[in-house]
């Protein structure tokens, strides 16, 4: 007998009797004989005690670093409630709300969470979350080219390769095709979007802060992007939109993005959560799930799934996305932290990124092995050219505990010496100095 | 008392429930063209508003540690808790994904290690766990599906056969993935009628998806005969991993013909479905799809693990990074827990719940197909269709009983579908009392219709106005202050 399985030896006798059958091969006795019961190379169940001591030796495998590397995983503090109040049973352990009756924990979460990224992002409205901020993008071109039913997308070089790459994939066998606008001194070049833009493409995609770490500079964008009818669709980092200016304010149409900046724990690449939000105008062509208010009958407030004859189980080989649930406990997570960070917690914890990150540019700037090679303004995370050999710098801060800038000649083979740092409010000023110490050592 | 209150709604300005360190950094700015002009309305609340909130909140909810939670097609089974525990060490927890590969060894090993099991339970070859749900997981499979026949210059391929009992994500990702989806109809017990099947079957047939045992429970006995007919034809044979717990240690996908197949980590492994992901969905093919798994590819070497598995055949990247990591830890933990020596007793005790309740209960709900299911099965509503009582009524009165209603409409082929699953680890006890509330249900709708009709009674709301929804959305907190 097994822990998770309660049936006795009289249970199973008492049940296949009801049944009428003499044991449980009984049971299966339809599937080819031949089929059955091949042998497999696995191991024998263990103890609780014997698991732990073999999690011992796996993570004594792992060696986590303290990152100065973002590239779309952002080492942000994370509030102890946080932990606590998602791994409750009524949260953790409910499936999708299909009994909004007895859901309403899940579906009220779901609407706090789309008002926060409403607040966030500018827009009017939210889904109620997808995988990451690469599919959520992905999922965005497909809405643009659905809403202009053309098959052509613009993407932007300054978006995260990954992205890019994500991008591609979903358009590939789409049968969409990706053409990709020209970068100007670290931003997504306006002239390029402007010769490039014509009806044909259903949209644009951009990202800020970009690959090299730059707030970019919307202006004039969305103005030539609707002069053709496409939509405008911008992937930032919501944590910054504590700060910067919105989605919406740059005209954006949609807006998508990697909420693990929200407080999310690295957890080696996820569960992460993506984010996409809309306006008014294309709310009914959006994926994913969307919660709204209602009332029960008796006139008393309550939250539901809605606009549902947008999704798979109603459209099938209709439906503009495939997507069946959310991330949805990622979403309770985030919608967590922005209310216990809150209004003030969360601006504050950016603009202490934001400053740290401006002083190790700045000292780094201060040693001979580091230059500037974009005059453009940054957010948490910067590239520079370094003089030093990636490699044995990256190392040498490995052997000290810490994960070094990320190089970007691993996407691009002709950024040789280009390394892009990223910092959060989890780097104290000696830890900063420490770091910068070390990478002044070298020669 | 019914708890009603947003988080906005409790919100009071210049409270706090936050502390970080203070900052000997000077003061760093940037131009105004580049700043938003307001604060984004996020609460202001301390740490027990904060607490209090969502512990009511949660209160709002039904999770399976609170009682039966029959869903068909969704395997409601138990969660461990000592998963959660694993997944949560911050050897696994505080890992970058970019971290070098000698730094990450445990995790690489988790990775290899759980996709390695896949195929030795699954049959296939080998798997990438970098898809984060099911229905990812059938977009990945089905690229792959796409990419095998166009390496083959086979460009012709184009459709994709699905059953009419098919869950919808089935045509959905289909056409997400540039192919057409052509519905064959089932038979009566939901099976594939091999009839049909010979006559749609040409060389613009990429491959057929299949769910066996089917969306009914019935398991797919033609199955070697249906996969010798489309592998004659050129297509290649896609297993939708959603009902594989009562074949686990029984019989193989790979075994029974199947190229490709997606896993639930969320149903067959444990994982929590966390009121709707984070999921995981990982894709076993065989050994001559394997070029085309998505990269990176975890590959084992002398000296360790690597991330280059990749080949230039790949359909590319589907995923930011490697997937849910933390998922996949939870669900290698789970399959070290259960071990080769239980693993089959999970496929009998599932496939002898359900067996159990379909014997108990088919003389008051309308069982369209007699025979032995797996681990779930289909009642047509209740038998006594006079009293006007639906399936959805019989589903909100199951709450009222604190059990979470088993799946309802779905499939499609079967007009008042109450579907239900009972996971291995739900007791005699536990069944024996649900079976109970069902036949006191069937009893009351003869004897006091309007009663089942009313239900819910006990819920903290009752049924919803879902057609307002829909007509007036509002769909968040600055709608709700518009509107008043």
Same mark, same amino acid.
């Given at each position: 007998?097994?822990?998770?399985?309660?049936?006795?030896?009289? /249970?199973?006798?008492?049940?296949?009797?009801?049944?009428?059958?003499?044991?449980?091969?009984?049971?299966?006795?339809?599937?080819?004989?031949?089929?059955?019961? +091949?042998?497999?190379?696995?191991?024998?169940?263990?103890? *609780?005690?014997?698991?732990?001591?073999?999690? /011992?030796?796996?993570?004594?495998?792992?060696?986590?670093?303290?990152?100065?590397?973002?590239?779309?995983?952002?080492?942000?503090?994370?509030?102890?409630?946080?932990?606590?109040?998602?791994?409750?049973?009524?949260?953790?352990?409910?499936?999708?709300?299909?009994?909004?009756?007895?859901?309403?924990?899940?579906?009220?979460?779901?609407?706090?969470?789309?008002?926060?990224?409403?607040?966030?992002?500018?827009?009017?409205?939210?889904?109620?979350?997808?995988? /990451?901020?690469?599919?959520?993008?992905?999922?965005?071109?497909?809405?643009?080219?659905?809403?202009?039913?053309?098959?052509?997308?613009?993407?932007?070089?300054?978006?995260?390769?990954?992205?890019?790459?994500?991008?591609?994939?979903?358009?590939?066998?789409?049968?969409?095709?990706?053409?990709?606008?020209? *970068?100007?001194?670290?931003?997504?070049?306006?002239?390029?979007?402007?010769?490039?833009?014509?009806?044909?493409?259903?949209?644009?995609?951009?990202?800020?802060?970009?690959?090299?770490?730059?707030?970019?500079?919307?202006?004039?964008?969305? *103005?030539?992007?609707?002069?053709?009818?496409?939509?405008?669709?911008?992937?930032?980092?919501?944590?910054?939109?504590?700060?910067?200016?919105?989605?919406?304010?740059?005209?954006?149409?949609?807006?998508?993005?990697?909420?693990?900046?929200?407080?999310?724990?690295?957890?080696?690449?996820?569960?992460?959560?993506?984010?996409?939000?809309?306006?008014?105008?294309?709310? +009914?062509?959006?994926?994913?799930?969307?919660?709204?208010?209602?009332?029960?009958? /008796?006139?008393? +407030?309550?939250?539901?799934?809605?606009?549902?004859?947008?999704?798979?189980?109603?459209?099938?080989?209709?439906?503009?996305?495939?997507?069946?649930?959310?991330?949805?406990?990622?979403?309770?997570?985030?919608?967590?932290?922005?209310?216990?960070?809150?209004?003030?917690?969360?601006? *504050?914890?950016?603009?202490?990124?934001?400053?740290?990150?401006?002083?190790?540019?700045?000292?780094?700037?201060?040693?001979?092995?580091?230059?500037?090679?974009?005059?453009?303004?940054?957010?948490?995370?910067?590239?520079?050219?370094?003089?030093?050999?990636?490699?044995?710098?990256?190392?040498?801060?490995?052997?000290?505990?810490?994960?070094?800038?990320?190089?970007?000649?691993?996407?691009?083979?002709?950024?040789?010496?280009?390394?892009?740092?990223?910092?959060?409010?989890? +780097?104290?000023?000696?830890?900063?100095?420490?770091?910068?110490?070390?990478?002044?050592?070298?020669? | 008392?019914?708890?009603?209150?947003?988080?906005?709604?409790?919100?009071?300005?210049?409270?706090?429930?936050?502390?970080?360190?203070?900052?000997?950094?000077? !003061?760093?700015?940037?131009?105004?063209?580049?700043?938003?002009? $307001?604060?984004?309305?996020?609460?202001?609340?301390?740490?027990?508003?904060?607490?209090?909130?969502?512990?009511?909140?949660?209160?709002?909810?039904?999770?399976?540690?609170?009682?039966?939670?029959?869903?068909?097609?969704?395997?409601?089974?138990?969660?461990?808790?000592?998963?959660?525990?694993?997944? !949560?060490?911050?050897?696994?927890?505080?890992?970058?994904?970019?971290?070098?590969?000698?730094?990450?060894?445990?995790?690489?090993?988790?990775?290899?290690?759980?996709?390695?099991?896949?195929?030795?339970?699954?049959?296939?070859?080998?798997?990438?766990?970098?898809?984060?749900?099911?229905?990812?997981?059938?977009?990945?499979?089905?690229?792959?599906?796409?990419?095998?026949?166009?390496?083959?210059?086979?460009?012709?391929?184009?459709?994709?056969?699905?059953?009419?009992?098919?869950?919808?994500?089935?045509?959905?990702?289909?056409?997400?993935?540039?192919?057409?989806?052509?519905?064959?109809?089932?038979?009566?017990?939901?099976?594939?009628?091999?009839?049909?099947?010979?006559?749609?079957?040409? $060389?613009?047939?990429?491959?057929?998806?299949?769910?066996?045992?089917?969306?009914?429970?019935?398991?797919?006995?033609?199955?070697?005969?249906?996969?010798?007919?489309?592998?004659?034809?050129?297509?290649?044979?896609?297993?939708?991993?959603?009902?594989?717990?009562?074949?686990?240690?029984?019989?193989?996908?790979?075994?029974?013909?199947?190229?490709?197949?997606?896993?639930?980590?969320?149903?067959?492994?444990?994982?929590?479905?966390?009121?709707?992901?984070?999921?995981?969905?990982?894709?076993?093919?065989?050994?001559?799809?394997?070029?085309?798994?998505?990269?990176?590819?975890?590959?084992?070497?002398?000296?360790?693990?690597?991330?280059?598995?990749?080949?230039?055949?790949?359909?590319?990247?589907?995923?930011?990074?490697?997937?849910?990591?933390?998922?996949?830890?939870?669900?290698?933990?789970?399959?070290?827990?259960?071990?080769?020596?239980?693993?089959?007793?999970?496929?009998?005790?599932?496939?002898?719940?359900?067996?159990?309740?379909?014997?108990?209960?088919?003389?008051?709900?309308?069982?369209?197909?007699?025979?032995?299911?797996?681990?779930?099965?289909?009642?047509?509503?209740?038998?006594?269709?006079?009293?006007?009582?639906?399936?959805?009524?019989?589903?909100?009165?199951?709450?009222?009983?604190?059990?979470?209603?088993?799946?309802?409409?779905?499939?499609?082929?079967?007009?008042?579908?109450?579907?239900?699953?009972?996971?291995?680890?739900?007791?005699?006890?536990?069944?024996?009392?649900?079976?109970?509330?069902?036949?006191?249900?069937?009893?009351?709708?003869?004897?006091?219709?309007?009663?089942?009709?009313?239900?819910?009674?006990?819920?903290?709301?009752?049924?919803?106005?879902?057609?307002?929804?829909?007509?007036?959305?509002?769909?968040?907190?600055?709608?709700?202050?518009?509107?008043?």
């Amino acid at each position: 007998m097994h822990k998770y399985m309660p049936h006795t030896h009289e /249970d199973v006798k008492a049940m296949l009797e009801k049944i009428g059958v003499k044991d449980l091969d009984a049971l299966f006795a339809e599937i080819p004989k031949e089929l059955m019961h +091949r042998d497999m190379d696995l191991p024998r169940s263990m103890s *609780e005690l014997e698991l732990y001591d073999h999690f /011992d030796k796996l993570t004594s495998q792992n060696k986590p670093l303290i990152p100065f590397m973002g590239a779309g995983a952002y080492d942000h503090y994370t509030p102890s409630v946080i932990r606590h109040l998602i791994e409750r049973q009524e949260f953790l352990t409910a499936y999708t709300p299909y009994q909004p009756e007895i859901s309403q924990g899940t579906l009220q979460y779901i609407f706090e969470y789309q008002s926060m990224i409403t607040q966030l992002t500018g827009m009017d409205v939210s889904n109620a979350s997808m995988y /990451d901020g690469a599919t959520a993008t992905a999922e965005a071109m497909f809405m643009a080219c659905g809403q202009r039913r053309t098959d052509k997308i613009l993407v932007s070089k300054t978006v995260n390769p990954n992205v890019i790459d994500v991008v591609k994939t979903y358009a590939k066998y789409r049968g969409l095709e990706v053409v990709m606008i020209e *970068e100007d001194a670290g931003q997504t070049s306006l002239a390029s979007l402007q010769s490039l833009m014509c009806k044909d493409y259903a949209g644009v995609i951009v990202q800020s802060p970009n690959v090299y770490g730059i707030i970019e500079d919307y202006t004039g964008f969305s *103005e030539v992007i609707s002069e053709h009818k496409g939509l405008f669709i911008i992937n930032q980092d919501p944590s910054t939109l504590t700060h910067l200016k919105t989605p919406a304010s740059w005209g954006a149409d949609i807006a998508v993005g990697e909420a693990q900046s929200l407080g999310v724990p690295l957890s080696y690449g996820g569960p992460y959560i993506g984010y996409m939000a809309t306006t008014k105008k294309y709310m +009914r062509k959006m994926p994913g799930r969307i919660c709204g208010v209602t009332k029960d009958k /008796d006139g008393k +407030r309550a939250f539901v799934l809605t606009l549902q004859a947008r999704e798979q189980h109603i459209r099938r080989d209709k439906a503009n996305s495939n997507i069946c649930s959310n991330q949805s406990l990622l979403a309770l997570f985030v919608t967590i932290y922005m209310s216990i960070m809150g209004k003030k917690g969360v601006y *504050e914890a950016q603009k202490i990124s934001f400053n740290h990150a401006h002083y190790l540019e700045e000292k780094l700037l201060e040693l001979p092995t580091f230059e500037r090679i974009f005059d453009r303004p940054f957010f948490k995370e910067f590239t520079l050219k370094t003089s030093l050999d990636v490699k044995l710098l990256n190392e040498t801060l490995k052997d000290k505990g810490y994960l070094g800038p990320l190089p970007l000649v691993t996407f691009d083979q002709s950024k040789q010496g280009l390394v892009t740092f990223a910092v959060t409010e989890k +780097r104290t000023k000696a830890q900063i100095d420490d770091f910068v110490h070390i990478i002044g050592g070298l020669k | 008392m019914y708890y009603d209150k947003l988080i906005f709604e409790i919100s009071t300005k210049d409270r706090k429930g936050y502390s970080l360190p203070e900052s000997t950094i000077k !003061n760093y700015d940037l131009p105004d063209t580049l700043l938003r002009p $307001d604060c984004p309305g996020l609460p202001e609340v301390s740490e027990l508003d904060v607490v209090r909130h969502y512990t009511n909140v949660s209160f709002k909810n039904f999770g399976i540690e609170k009682g039966f939670y029959p869903l068909g097609s969704c395997t409601m089974k138990y969660n461990p808790k000592i998963n959660q525990d694993i997944a !949560n060490l911050p050897g696994f927890a505080n890992l970058h994904p970019y971290q070098p590969l000698d730094t990450v060894q445990g995790s690489l090993h988790v990775y290899y290690e759980t996709q390695r099991m896949l195929s030795e339970i699954s049959g296939l070859d080998t798997f990438t766990l970098n898809s984060y749900a099911g229905a990812h997981g059938e977009l990945v499979g089905l690229m792959i599906m796409k990419a095998y026949h166009e390496s083959r210059g086979d460009t012709k391929r184009t459709k994709v056969i699905v059953p009419d009992s098919a869950h919808g994500t089935n045509p959905a990702s289909a056409t997400v993935a540039g192919l057409e989806s052509v519905e064959v109809k089932s038979n009566l017990d939901g099976t594939v009628n091999v009839n049909d099947l010979k006559h749609v079957l040409d $060389d613009t047939i990429a491959g057929i998806m299949l769910t066996n045992p089917n969306t009914l429970g019935m398991f797919e006995k033609d199955i070697l005969e249906i996969a010798k007919l489309v592998h004659q034809a050129g297509g290649l044979l896609y297993y939708d991993g959603a009902n594989l717990n009562p074949l686990l240690g029984m019989v193989r996908p790979g075994d029974m013909g199947f190229d490709i197949m997606h896993i639930n980590l969320h149903k067959t492994f444990s994982t929590p479905h966390g009121g709707g992901g984070p999921g995981s969905g990982p894709v076993g093919v065989t050994k001559a799809l394997k070029p085309f798994l998505p990269k990176p590819v975890v590959k084992k070497e002398k000296d360790g693990y690597t991330l280059d598995g990749a080949t230039d055949l790949t359909i590319g990247q589907i995923s930011h990074f490697y997937g849910n990591m933390g998922v996949v830890i939870k669900a290698y933990t789970y399959l070290l827990t259960i071990g080769k020596n239980n693993l089959s007793d999970i496929a009998k005790f599932s496939t002898l719940n359900a067996n159990y309740i379909k014997e108990s209960l088919k003389d008051d709900y309308l069982l369209p197909f007699k025979g032995i299911c797996k681990h779930e099965f289909v009642f047509d509503g209740l038998i006594d269709k006079s009293t006007h009582v639906t399936t959805l009524d019989v589903a909100k009165r199951l709450l009222d009983f604190d059990m979470h209603p088993p799946t309802v409409y779905f499939p499609l082929i079967v007009k008042e579908a109450i579907m239900i699953e009972p996971p291995e680890n739900e007791s005699k006890q536990t069944i024996d009392k649900f079976i109970e509330v069902m036949k006191q249900i069937a009893k009351e709708a003869k004897e006091d219709p309007d009663l089942v009709k009313g239900a819910p009674y006990n819920t903290v709301v009752k049924r919803l106005d879902e057609a307002l929804a829909a007509r007036k959305p509002v769909v968040k907190y600055k709608d709700l202050l518009d509107e008043a």
